[in-house]
């Protein structure tokens, strides 16, 4: 089978079981509030922010032939660029003051979501990054509209969503790129595995990043009730 087939095929999976976590299950079935959104964003907003010089750095590490990618790599990062105020100005249009998040502490599941790619990067096979860029661009390609049309019936304005409306749309242009990047990086079976177990745990990661923002929306409005 086609590598592009066999990292679709696991993350086709992955998007299943990602769609059956608790959060991300009452996302659709609409059993959450606007304030979840909220949390959620300012996570994202964190991990957004680091994604551009992270796709960066994993071209230190290109050798031979794998050089030619690193044009595009750039070219890909800097399209990345302003999309953590992206999340900023989603929140501002919900009416929350942003002007302390950017030197806040991100919780400790976007922290691990953060701190993976680099490790993968610099201590592991960097080309396995691929695996960590194609849940990052395959969700929203795949499931962003849906949740979008979940997020508005919880309540959030379509105002407030421009982070995701960018992803749902230019992410499709990616989805074309990351097709090169895996005929020109994997170079052998081990590559390919590299890239598919950093698929998984990205997966697993911004499962528990996702868990993690909701857990916190429900304790505020759980207090805001008692």
Known sequence: MDPKDRIRNEFDALC????????VARTISGEIDALHYQWLMRQIFHH????PQIQALATVYFRGTQRDMVKPFFQHATS???H???????LEAMGVDTSG????RPLPATTALVAYPFYQICQRNPVGYIGYLVFLEYLPTSMGTEYM??????????TAMSFLTDHVTIDQYHIKQIARYIDELLQDEEDL????????????????MVESAFQQADSV????AA
């Open 16 to 23: 299943g079981q990602f769609n059956q976590l608790p959060s």
């Open 48 to 51: 957004a922010r680091e994604n």
């Open 80 to 82: 990345e660029i302003g």
């Open 84 to 90: 953590d105020k992206l999340a900023l100005n989603d």
């Open 101 to 104: 998040i950017p030197n806040e």
């Open 149 to 158: 049309t979940a997020f508005i019936k919880a309540g959030v304005p379509e």
């Open 193 to 208: 595995q590299s890239a598919i177990h950093a698929l998984r745990v990205t997966a697993g990661l911004y499962g528990q």
């Open 221 to 224: 409005l759980m207090q805001a």
